[in-house]
């Protein structure tokens, strides 16, 4: 049985996001932690993101496809390229991607990613923000770095972002209304992250669809801030 959280995807890097620290700058880290309790927190951490973000973090390391065994963990003598990782997960915030080379093995790098994680949900638990402001710079681009696409001709009313969030979230059938959504703001959570399912590039969905998501979900949410609900 792994050590890694369930639902934990270990994959080979298919590109590092901007230039790398160079084998040089690269530190020891501070971290006197065993493996096992940087297992444990990144188990906790991915949790606490929600049951979408732990059944779909995947994490991608600078090794071969061939140095991955059968069941997806990587073999007892594998050696990566390079000691970068990168954690991606779909969370509450929308895809989030995190990469670290800072240090000078992976598993030190990873380390430091399962601790950022801990760090940054302590900014929602102090009440500094309210919507997972931390999380905006980590925000995934879809595939190729496609940039948001510009503002429609019309900006979407909040009745059409709601419809638009209930035809993605398979969630007609059970009752659930655009005024629903247009009343309760914690049911503009459920059904973004259903939505996010169906829509986001990785699970087979298009980049036009998916950014149309990410416009009805701040439309929602201007709505909500300016009815105070």
Request: net charge positive; proline share 7%.
């Amino acid at each position: 049985m792994s050590d890694y959280p369930a639902g934990l995807r270990l994959r080979p890097i298919e590109a590092w996001p901007g230039p790398m620290t160079s084998a040089s700058a690269r530190q020891r880290s501070p971290f006197k932690a065993a493996w096992r309790s940087t297992l444990d927190t990144l188990d906790r951490e991915l949790f606490r993101l929600g049951r979408q973000g732990a059944a779909s973090a995947v994490l991608q390391i600078a090794m071969r496809e061939q140095d991955f065994r059968l069941d997806g963990m990587p073999r007892a003598n594998a050696r990566p390229e390079h000691p970068g990782v990168i954690l991606a997960v779909d969370a509450a915030a929308g895809p989030l991607s995190f990469p670290c080379d800072t240090y000078v093995t992976w598993q030190e790098n990873l380390r430091a990613l399962a601790l950022a994680l801990e760090a940054l949900r302590r900014v929602e638990r102090y009440g500094v923000t309210r919507r997972a402001e931390q999380y905006r710079g980590w925000r995934a681009l879809p595939p190729g770095g496609a940039t948001p696409m510009p503002p429609a001709a019309e900006p979407m009313s909040a009745r059409a972002a709601a419809e638009y969030l209930l035809e993605h979230a398979n969630r007609t059938h059970s009752g659930v209304t655009a005024g629903y959504l247009l009343e309760r703001r914690s049911a503009v959570d459920i059904a973004y992250r259903l939505a996010a399912r169906q829509l986001h590039p990785d699970h087979g969905g298009t980049t036009e669809g998916f950014q149309r998501l990410q416009e009805a979900r701040a439309v929602l949410d201007a709505h909500h801030a300016g009815t105070k609900s």
